[in-house]
Protein backbone atom coordinates (compact mmCIF):
# COMPACT_ATOMS: atom_id res chain seq x y z
CA UNK A 1 0.00 0.00 0.00
CA UNK A 2 1.35 3.90 -0.31
CA UNK A 3 -0.07 6.89 0.30
CA UNK A 4 -2.63 8.55 -2.08
CA UNK A 5 -3.79 11.81 -3.09
CA UNK A 6 -7.27 13.53 -2.58
CA UNK A 7 -8.13 16.33 -4.29
CA UNK A 8 -10.94 18.81 -2.25
CA UNK A 9 -12.60 21.72 -4.28
CA UNK A 10 -15.70 23.78 -4.46
CA UNK A 11 -17.31 26.82 -5.44
CA UNK A 12 -16.70 30.27 -4.34
CA UNK A 13 -18.84 30.92 -1.48
CA UNK A 14 -19.39 27.05 -1.36
CA UNK A 15 -18.37 26.30 2.37
CA UNK A 16 -14.96 24.33 1.60
CA UNK A 17 -13.06 25.88 4.64
CA UNK A 18 -16.14 24.61 6.72
CA UNK A 19 -15.41 21.17 5.52
CA UNK A 20 -11.25 21.74 6.24
CA UNK A 21 -12.08 22.49 9.53
CA UNK A 22 -13.75 19.19 10.20
CA UNK A 23 -11.27 17.23 8.57
CA UNK A 24 -8.27 18.98 10.37
CA UNK A 25 -10.48 18.09 13.25
CA UNK A 26 -10.11 14.85 12.66
CA UNK A 27 -6.02 14.81 12.02
CA UNK A 28 -6.10 14.58 8.35
CA UNK A 29 -2.78 15.85 6.55
CA UNK A 30 -4.33 18.99 4.76
CA UNK A 31 -2.20 21.00 1.94
CA UNK A 32 -4.25 24.24 1.19
CA UNK A 33 -2.80 25.80 -1.86
CA UNK A 34 -4.20 29.12 -1.23
CA UNK A 35 -2.17 29.46 2.14
CA UNK A 36 0.45 28.58 -0.25
CA UNK A 37 -0.08 31.41 -2.66
CA UNK A 38 0.04 33.90 -0.44
CA UNK A 39 3.41 32.74 0.86
CA UNK A 40 5.05 32.05 -2.73
CA UNK A 41 4.29 36.39 -3.21
CA UNK A 42 5.87 37.78 -0.33
CA UNK A 43 8.86 40.13 -0.86
CA UNK A 44 11.60 37.45 -0.07
CA UNK A 45 10.03 35.02 -2.59
CA UNK A 46 10.97 34.85 -6.52
CA UNK A 47 7.32 35.14 -7.95
CA UNK A 48 7.17 38.45 -5.57
CA UNK A 49 9.54 40.08 -7.73
CA UNK A 50 8.48 38.61 -11.18
CA UNK A 51 4.81 40.11 -9.99
CA UNK A 52 6.18 43.45 -9.36
CA UNK A 53 8.37 43.86 -12.69
CA UNK A 54 5.21 42.64 -14.81
CA UNK A 55 2.55 44.02 -12.87
CA UNK A 56 4.00 47.46 -11.53
CA UNK A 57 4.57 49.20 -8.19
CA UNK A 58 0.97 50.13 -7.51
CA UNK A 59 0.17 46.63 -7.10
CA UNK A 60 2.07 47.27 -3.62
CA UNK A 61 1.29 48.26 0.36
CA UNK A 62 2.84 50.90 2.05
CA UNK A 63 4.62 47.96 3.68
CA UNK A 64 5.77 46.85 0.10
CA UNK A 65 3.54 43.56 -0.07
CA UNK A 66 1.58 42.70 -2.71
CA UNK A 67 -1.65 44.26 -2.56
CA UNK A 68 -4.21 41.54 -3.02
CA UNK A 69 -7.61 43.04 -3.84
CA UNK A 70 -5.68 45.49 -5.98
CA UNK A 71 -4.30 42.53 -8.06
CA UNK A 72 -7.68 40.74 -7.58
CA UNK A 73 -9.52 43.87 -9.79
CA UNK A 74 -6.96 43.59 -12.77
CA UNK A 75 -6.99 39.82 -12.87
CA UNK A 76 -10.63 39.75 -12.62
CA UNK A 77 -11.70 41.86 -15.66
CA UNK A 78 -8.27 40.64 -17.70
CA UNK A 79 -8.25 37.01 -18.50
CA UNK A 80 -5.01 37.60 -20.27
CA UNK A 81 -3.16 39.19 -17.13
CA UNK A 82 -4.78 36.17 -14.55
CA UNK A 83 -3.16 33.91 -17.42
CA UNK A 84 -0.03 35.63 -16.91
CA UNK A 85 -0.02 35.54 -12.82
CA UNK A 86 -0.77 31.95 -12.75
CA UNK A 87 2.07 31.05 -15.02
CA UNK A 88 4.48 33.14 -12.29
CA UNK A 89 2.85 31.34 -9.20
CA UNK A 90 1.34 27.65 -10.19
CA UNK A 91 5.04 26.41 -10.88
CA UNK A 92 6.15 28.06 -7.24
CA UNK A 93 3.11 26.69 -5.05
CA UNK A 94 3.56 23.13 -6.53
CA UNK A 95 7.00 23.17 -5.53
CA UNK A 96 5.92 24.25 -2.27
CA UNK A 97 3.10 21.46 -1.99
CA UNK A 98 5.54 18.88 -2.87
CA UNK A 99 7.70 19.67 -0.12
CA UNK A 100 4.45 18.93 1.94
CA UNK A 101 3.81 16.24 0.40
CA UNK A 102 6.88 14.64 0.76
CA UNK A 103 6.75 15.66 4.92
CA UNK A 104 3.52 13.71 5.27
CA UNK A 105 4.69 10.63 2.83
CA UNK A 106 7.84 10.03 5.99
CA UNK A 107 5.51 10.86 8.54
CA UNK A 108 3.57 7.41 7.65
CA UNK A 109 -0.18 9.01 6.61
CA UNK A 110 -2.23 7.25 4.92
CA UNK A 111 -3.50 9.97 2.35
CA UNK A 112 -2.97 13.63 1.75
CA UNK A 113 -5.60 15.96 1.24
CA UNK A 114 -4.82 18.72 -1.59
CA UNK A 115 -7.08 21.76 -0.78
CA UNK A 116 -7.38 23.48 -4.41
CA UNK A 117 -9.93 25.79 -5.25
CA UNK A 118 -9.39 25.45 -9.11
CA UNK A 119 -8.76 21.63 -9.09
CA UNK A 120 -11.36 21.54 -11.96
CA UNK A 121 -11.24 24.59 -13.58
CA UNK A 122 -6.85 23.99 -14.18
CA UNK A 123 -7.66 20.19 -14.81
CA UNK A 124 -3.89 19.20 -14.91
CA UNK A 125 -3.79 18.19 -11.30
CA UNK A 126 -7.01 15.33 -11.28
CA UNK A 127 -5.22 13.02 -12.66
CA UNK A 128 -2.53 12.65 -9.59
CA UNK A 129 -5.43 12.29 -7.34
CA UNK A 130 -6.80 8.98 -6.17
CA UNK A 131 -10.09 10.56 -4.90
CA UNK A 132 -11.52 14.05 -5.63
CA UNK A 133 -14.14 16.06 -3.50
CA UNK A 134 -16.59 18.49 -3.98
CA UNK A 135 -17.63 20.83 -1.47
CA UNK A 136 -21.23 21.73 -3.02
CA UNK A 137 -24.18 23.94 -2.69
CA UNK A 138 -27.33 24.89 -4.33
CA UNK A 139 -26.92 28.09 -6.54
CA UNK A 140 -29.60 30.79 -4.90
CA UNK A 141 -27.37 29.58 -1.50
CA UNK A 142 -24.41 29.71 -2.89
CA UNK A 143 -25.41 33.24 -4.45
CA UNK A 144 -26.84 34.11 -0.89
CA UNK A 145 -23.99 33.79 1.30
CA UNK A 146 -21.35 35.35 -1.31
CA UNK A 147 -23.53 38.46 -1.30
CA UNK A 148 -23.42 38.43 2.30
CA UNK A 149 -19.62 37.64 2.93
CA UNK A 150 -18.46 39.93 0.91
CA UNK A 151 -20.49 43.04 0.75
CA UNK A 152 -21.68 41.94 -3.00
CA UNK A 153 -24.44 43.06 -4.54
CA UNK A 154 -26.51 40.67 -6.44
CA UNK A 155 -24.99 41.54 -9.61
CA UNK A 156 -21.45 41.50 -8.64
CA UNK A 157 -22.06 38.24 -6.96
CA UNK A 158 -23.54 36.60 -10.30
CA UNK A 159 -20.22 37.67 -12.22
CA UNK A 160 -18.05 36.29 -9.85
CA UNK A 161 -19.62 32.82 -9.30
CA UNK A 162 -20.05 32.81 -13.30
CA UNK A 163 -16.00 33.41 -13.63
CA UNK A 164 -15.60 29.29 -12.33
CA UNK A 165 -17.09 26.52 -13.66
CA UNK A 166 -20.83 26.02 -12.77
CA UNK A 167 -20.86 23.87 -9.33
CA UNK A 168 -22.89 21.23 -11.49
CA UNK A 169 -20.53 21.09 -13.93
CA UNK A 170 -18.09 20.06 -11.59
CA UNK A 171 -20.33 17.32 -10.06
CA UNK A 172 -19.87 15.27 -12.91
CA UNK A 173 -15.65 15.28 -12.27
CA UNK A 174 -16.03 14.28 -8.53
CA UNK A 175 -15.67 10.99 -6.40
CA UNK A 176 -17.19 12.11 -3.95
CA UNK A 177 -19.76 15.42 -2.89
CA UNK A 178 -20.06 17.43 0.19
CA UNK A 179 -23.57 18.70 0.52
CA UNK A 180 -23.00 22.06 2.13
CA UNK A 181 -26.70 23.36 1.15
CA UNK A 182 -28.03 22.80 4.73
CA UNK A 183 -26.91 23.54 8.52
CA UNK A 184 -23.37 22.75 10.08
CA UNK A 185 -24.23 19.35 11.50
CA UNK A 186 -25.50 18.00 8.52
CA UNK A 187 -22.26 18.97 6.63
CA UNK A 188 -19.97 17.66 9.40
CA UNK A 189 -21.53 14.17 8.85
CA UNK A 190 -21.31 13.81 5.61
CA UNK A 191 -17.47 14.61 5.66
CA UNK A 192 -17.72 12.21 8.62
CA UNK A 193 -18.52 9.16 6.34
CA UNK A 194 -16.13 10.85 3.83
CA UNK A 195 -13.22 10.46 6.31
CA UNK A 196 -14.25 7.07 7.01
CA UNK A 197 -14.39 5.64 3.30
CA UNK A 198 -11.12 7.01 3.11
CA UNK A 199 -9.63 5.47 5.80
CA UNK A 200 -10.92 2.50 4.52
CA UNK A 201 -9.64 2.29 1.26
CA UNK A 202 -6.22 1.19 1.69
CA UNK A 203 -4.05 -0.58 4.58
CA UNK A 204 -2.39 1.83 6.70
CA UNK A 205 0.86 3.16 5.97
CA UNK A 206 3.45 3.43 8.56
CA UNK A 207 6.43 5.30 7.93
CA UNK A 208 8.92 2.45 6.61
CA UNK A 209 11.78 4.90 6.45
CA UNK A 210 14.65 5.00 8.97
CA UNK A 211 16.11 8.51 9.67
CA UNK A 212 19.22 7.60 8.63
CA UNK A 213 17.64 6.67 5.14
CA UNK A 214 15.68 9.53 5.30
CA UNK A 215 18.32 11.86 5.80
CA UNK A 216 20.95 10.15 3.08
CA UNK A 217 17.94 9.69 0.76
CA UNK A 218 16.08 12.90 0.93
CA UNK A 219 17.38 14.09 -2.48
CA UNK A 220 16.39 10.64 -4.25
CA UNK A 221 13.24 10.94 -2.58
CA UNK A 222 11.94 14.06 -3.89
CA UNK A 223 13.12 13.32 -7.45
CA UNK A 224 10.75 10.13 -7.28
CA UNK A 225 7.89 12.49 -6.14
CA UNK A 226 8.85 15.26 -8.63
CA UNK A 227 8.47 12.73 -11.37
CA UNK A 228 5.47 11.26 -10.12
CA UNK A 229 3.05 14.02 -9.52
CA UNK A 230 4.60 16.46 -11.90
CA UNK A 231 5.76 14.68 -14.90
Not at 63 to 80: D, K, Q, V, Y
Request: aromatic share 10%; glycine share 6%; proline share 3%.
Amino acid sequence: STMFLVGLSGGIASGKSTVVDVLRELGCAVIDADVIAREVVQPHFKAYRRIVRYFGTEILLENGEINREALGNIIFSHPEKRQLLNSITHPEIQKEMLKQILKYFVLGYRYVILDIPLLFETNRLTKFMKYTVLVYCDPPTQRSRLMKRNVLSQAEAEARIASQLPLDEKLKLASYVIDNSGDWESTRRQVLRLHARLEDSLAFLWARLAVGTVVAGLGGLLYLFLQHFIS
